[in-house]
C-alpha cells in the first residue's frame, strides 16, 4: 500500500501560480510512475499531467500544456506540480496517484486525498 499525501494547495488570483507536492510513503517509489488529476465540481476526474516511472517521459492534458511542469525527486520520494499562469478554469480538487512501472499517462493504483486549488478572476 502506498499512502499519498498532496499539499500546496489554495486560492489564487488568475494568471498566478501555484506549486503543488505530493509525498510518497514508499521506499521503492523510483519503481512508480507519477501523475496529478483533477476534478472539478459536477465534473469528472480527468487527467492532468503525469511522468514515467523513469523519469524521462510526461504528458499533459493540452488545456494545461506550457502552463503546469510536472517533476519528480526520487530521493526524497517527492512529486511536483508546478502550474503558472493560472485561469479560473483550473479550480479543482488535485489529486496525485501512482502506478508501479507506469508510463506517463498514468492508470493509477493508489491516490492520494487530494488538496483544493481555486483560481478566482
Known amino acids: 500500500q502506498v499512502q499519498l499525501v498532496e499539499s500546496g494547495g489554495g486560492l489564487v488570483q488568475a494568471g498566478g501560480s501555484l506549486g503543488l507536492s505530493c509525498a510518497a510513503s514508499?521506499?521503492?517509489?523510483?519503481?512508480?510512475?507519477m501523475g496529478w488529476f483533477r476534478q472539478a465540481p459536477g465534473k469528472e476526474r480527468e487527467f492532468v499531467a503525469g511522468?514515467?516511472?523513469?523519469?524521462?517521459?510526461?504528458d499533459y492534458v493540452d488545456s494545461v500544456k506550457g502552463r503546469f511542469t510536472i517533476s519528480r525527486d526520487n530521493d526524497k520520494k517527492m512529486g511536483y506540480l508546478q502550474m503558472n499562469s493560472l485561469k479560473p478554469e483550473d479550480t479543482a480538487v488535485y489529486y496525485c496517484?501512482?502506478?508501479?512501472?507506469?508510463?506517463?499517462?498514468?492508470?493509477?493504483?493508489?491516490w492520494g486525498q487530494g488538496t483544493q486549488v481555486t483560481v478566482s478572476s
Open positions: 496517484a501512482v502506478q508501479r512501472y507506469g508510463g506517463p499517462r498514468v492508470q493509477p493504483a493508489y
Open positions: 514508499e521506499r521503492t517509489f523510483i519503481s512508480y510512475a
Open positions: 511522468i514515467s516511472w523513469t523519469g524521462g517521459r510526461t
